[in-house]
């Protein structure tokens, strides 16, 4: 989370997130846009630099170049130019597993998504999936959809909607609350038929074969991410047997793996995977939180430079963000974020009321006054009736200095604010010597020595939790993988700051 207020984002066309699930099916002609339009660069063109602030910015490490000419060789596959420069391939930086493009040649791959690859074919297929998406005019299919899912800030329409009199636009408590570059993600997603997604697969594994890669690397790549969002489950405390938010209107992940293999076989498989030059790339790279956004450590969420610190109660996970913490568990949902302040904190609180209620017109209560841990705190609730039933709305403020605020706002069931109250005591500022303590992971690639394990390799593991579990999914190993001496794999590590 960086210290600025939420900006607003409107983008009518972004495309996927992350590869979500589609049905098996044969493989059929699909109609694809012949070349990039003077107005889809143009509406590029303007979304880049928003879509760049919402997702951490692009990645200054010598991956970028690496990832924007991978890129750019499989989406002129596509057929929507011939030139690899009329191709903008960003890395983010951004520790969410994530991928998309947008109409204009715009294509985005986060780092963290990146260090869960094993190799290029894999990168080239992520990235020709949503090349495809793009080429098959998915957007524009659904435009008019996106349009009505337009984000308009941290909570903003999201709540209003909810509680307003147009039926809501998540229908229901859960998922009410997410900053907003989670937020557009997710509504891009949920935007995708079954059958599109199929589609830009298709096309995926087909640009992957015409660029000479190997056309199973796409179902190699889900492999992975659905590994990873099992682990992302068991760390949050959740089930790991759940089917993963990304795939929640879509078959279950190993559905998607089989499909994205059967299409594979029917383009025929074998072509190059250049693990070497991947890892080699790889090798480096900023792996989780940026300190510079803050960092999440188990429970704890630390900013080294807003120095400042709290904890989730147990049971809850935490997604940073560029703009927002979002905190969700069984018992409700909240967000950690910041805005503008100038010694009012009346004002602060009912400003942040009127961005979540957007129409609704929500009426808090009297606003309270208390401390913790020697901040100044203050808090009001109100209470709104959502398609699940009537909510309490938390907003719990924190005053840092007289120009300096920062705030939870909460989503529980009626009556059950409670939850969250060690999480609102738990605020404290972080001294000087703890701040300096924060440091970064990166990913280092190294060589397999005779005696090494994934036993001894996994204690290497930057994680005091589950470091096993985390090397395995990071190299596509299972729990009966055996390493031979010379081959190379990642562990992630601290660097300094």
């Known amino acids: 989370m960086k210290r600025k207020t939420a900006s607003r984002l409107a983008i009518m066309f972004a495309a996927s997130v992350a590869l979500t699930g589609v049905a098996d099916a044969q493989l059929k002609a699909i109609r694809t846009q012949t ?14 630099p928003q879509l760049l602030q919402e997702f951490g910015g692009a990645y200054a490490g010598p991956q970028a170049a690496y990832v924007n000419r991978i890129g750019q060789n499989i989406a002129v596959q596509s057929g929507l130019s011939r030139s690899p420069s009329d191709f903008t391939v960003t ?23 990146m260090a869960l690859m094993n190799d290029e074919a894999e990168l080239a297929g992520v990235l020709g ?23 308009l800030g941290v909570l903003g329409a999201v709540l209003g909607g909810a509680i307003g009199d147009n039926g809501g636009l998540l229908g229901g408590l859960g998922g009410l609350l997410q900053n907003n570059a989670m937020k557009v993600a997710q509504l891009a997603t949920l935007g995708f038929s079954r059958s599109q997604e199929l589609e830009a697969d298709q096309l995926g594994v087909q640009y992957l074969k015409k660029a000479g890669y190997d056309p199973l690397a796409l179902s190699t790549m889900l492999a992975s991410l659905a590994n990873q969002t099992s682990l992302e489950a068991r760390l949050s405390g959740g089930d790991a047997r759940s089917i993963p938010e990304w795939a929640s209107t879509h078959p279950d992940p190993a559905s998607r793996v089989r499909n994205a293999q059967s299409l594979a076989s029917k383009v025929g498989t074998g072509g190059v995977r250049n693990a070497d030059a991947f890892l080699a790339s790889v090798d480096g790279v900023l792996y989780g939180d940026d300190p510079a956004q803050g960092v999440v450590e188990g429970r704890d969420f630390m900013h080294p430079d807003l120095r400042l610190k709290f904890t989730v109660p147990n049971g809850y996970g935490m997604q940073n963000g560029t703009s927002a913490v979002l905190v969700s568990g069984n018992g409700g949902q909240a967000q950690f974020s910041t805005a503008a302040y100038n010694s009012d904190m009346n004002a602060y609180i009912a400003s942040i009321f009127k961005e979540i209620g957007g129409n609704a017109n929500l009426s808090p209560g009297s606003i309270q006054r208390t401390t913790v841990n020697g901040i100044p705190a203050y808090y009001s609730v109100a209470r709104a009736n959502t398609q699940s039933g009537q909510v309490d709305v938390t907003v719990f403020a924190y005053e840092f200095s007289r120009t300096s605020a920062f705030h939870f706002v909460a989503l529980t069931q009626a009556g059950g604010a409670g939850v969250f109250n060690p999480m609102f005591q738990s605020v404290r500022r972080l ?3 703890e701040a300096a303590a924060i440091r970064p992971r990166r990913v280092d690639v190294v060589t397999v020595a005779r005696g ?5 390799l996994a204690r290497r593991m930057a994680y005091t939790d589950l470091q096993t579990e985390r090397f395995q999914v990071l190299n596509r190993l299972t729990a009966t993988s055996r390493l031979t001496p010379g081959r190379k794999v990642k562990i992630v590590v601290y660097a300094n700051r």
Not at 35 to 48: L, M, S
């Open 431 to 433: 001294t000087a010597s």
């Open 35 to 48: 070349a990039i339009t003077p107005a889809e660069r143009k509406q590029g063109d303007e979304a880049h």
């Open 91 to 113: 890395l983010l930086n951004s520790p969410v597993n994530n991928a998309f493009a947008i109409p204009g040649g715009y294509v985005y791959v986060t780092r963290q998504l």
């Open 129 to 151: 999936h949503e090349v495809g998406h793009v080429a098959a005019q998915h957007s524009k299919k659904r435009q008019s959809a996106a349009t009505r899912n337009t984000i």
């Open 452 to 456: 090494d394990t994934v036993a001894t």
